[in-house]
C-alpha cells in the first residue's frame, strides 16, 4: 500500500507549483518510496479535479493534464520508487525520471511516455496499451512479458511490442528491437485460433528460421538435416560406391560423407543415389538451397542493420 495517499501527490504538485519539481527519488529521501498501488489515473483525477472545486479563476491546477485528461508528471523524479501495481492509466510522464523503479503489474495503458528514463526498471507484467513511446529509454529494463501478454490479450500485446519495436529502432538499440519484432510475430501467431492456416504458418516459420532473425536457428537445421538424412540413405540403402568391381559396402561414413555433400548440392564421384535414394537426394539437395539461402538472407539483414 502507497505511504503517499493520492491526495497528497496533489498536494505536494500543487505547493511546488511544477510537476517537474517533484521529487521522491531515493537519493532525495534516502530510502525507497512506496507508491506501490497508488492510483492516479484518468478517472480517480478527474474524480479529484471537480471535488478539489477546479478549474479556480479560469485555471487549472498543476497536477492536471489538459493533454491526456488525467495526471501530469512531466519530469518528476521517482528514482528507485517501488510502484508496483500502481494506476497510472493516461498519465503524462514526459520527460520524467524513472529509472531503476519497480513497474511491476502497473498500469501504464494510454500514457505518455515519451523520453521518460526506464533504464534498469522493473516491467514485468506492466500494461502498456496505447502508450505513447518515443526516444523512450528502456535500456536493461527487466521485462519479460507485458500485462496484455500475461492477461492473454495476445492482439494488445502485439501493437505494444510493435511500437516497442519502433522506439528501439528510433534509438538504434537492436538487440532489444530483434527480442520486441519476436515478442510481435508470437503474439500475432496466438491472436490466431491453432487450427487457423495463418498460426501453422507461422509456426512453421518459427520452428525453422526463427522468423528470420535468430540465425543460430538456421544454422542448426542445416546441421541438423545432413544428419538426419544420412540415417535415411542408411534405412533405404539408397547409396551405392561407384569404385571397385564389386563395389565396396557402403559404411555410416559414406552414408554421412554423401548427405553432406548433397546437401550443399556438390557433385557426385565416389558415390551415387540408387533406389529410393534417388528420390531422397533431391529432397535433400533442395532444403540445402533452400536453407543456405535463408542463411545468407538472414546474415545479410543482420548486418545491414547493425
Known amino acids: 500500500m502507497s505511504e503517499y495517499p493520492t491526495d497528497q501527490i496533489l498536494d505536494m504538485i500543487e505547493a511546488l507549483g511544477d510537476p517537474s519539481k517533484l521529487d521522491l527519488s ?28 477546479w478549474p479556480k479563476d479560469g485555471k487549472d491546477p498543476p497536477w492536471y493534464s489538459t493533454t491526456a485528461q488525467g495526471i501530469d508528471l512531466r519530469g518528476a523524479n521517482f528514482h528507485g520508487a517501488n510502484l508496483r501495481g500502481a494506476n497510472l492509466k493516461s498519465c503524462n510522464l514526459q520527460d520524467a525520471n524513472l529509472p531503476s523503479c519497480d513497474l511491476r503489474e502497473a498500469n501504464l495503458s494510454e500514457t505518455k511516455l515519451q523520453r521518460v528514463e526506464f533504464s534498469n526498471a522493473q516491467l514485468q507484467g506492466a500494461r502498456l496499451r496505447g502508450a505513447r513511446v518515443d526516444r523512450t529509454q528502456f535500456r536493461d529494463f527487466n521485462v519479460r512479458t507485458v500485462g496484455e501478454e ?24 537492436y538487440n532489444d528491437a530483434r527480442w520486441a519484432y519476436l515478442k510481435e510475430r508470437a503474439m500475432d501467431r496466438k491472436s490466431h485460433p491453432w487450427y487457423s492456416p495463418f498460426w501453422f504458418i507461422s509456426w512453421i516459420e518459427n520452428i525453422f528460421t526463427g522468423y528470420m532473425e535468430r540465425v543460430w536457428v538456421i544454422i542448426l537445421w542445416l546441421a541438423i538435416w545432413p544428419l538426419l538424412f544420412d540415417f535415411l540413405y542408411w534405412q533405404v540403402g539408397g547409396v551405392t560406391n561407384l569404385l571397385g568391381n564389386p563395389p565396396p559396402p557402403v559404411s555410416p561414413l559414406d552414408y554421412l560423407f554423401f548427405s553432406l555433400r548433397t546437401m550443399v548440392t556438390l557433385a557426385y564421384s565416389d558415390f551415387t543415389p540408387v533406389g529410393a535414394g534417388q528420390w531422397v537426394a533431391p529432397l535433400e539437395g533442395a532444403l540445402g538451397i533452400i536453407f543456405l539461402a535463408l542463411l545468407g538472407f538472414s546474415v545479410a539483414k543482420r548486418i545491414a542493420r547493425d
Open 150 to 173: 500475461q492477461h492473454e490479450h495476445y492482439g494488445e500485446a502485439r501493437e505494444v511490442y510493435r511500437d516497442l519495436k519502433a522506439n528501439f529502432k528510433s534509438l538504434a538499440y
Open 26 to 53: 531515493e537519493a532525495r529521501l534516502g530510502r525507497r518510496a512506496d507508491l506501490s498501488g497508488i492510483d492516479l489515473s484518468e478517472e480517480t483525477i478527474q474524480r479529484k479535479y471537480k471535488e478539489r472545486g
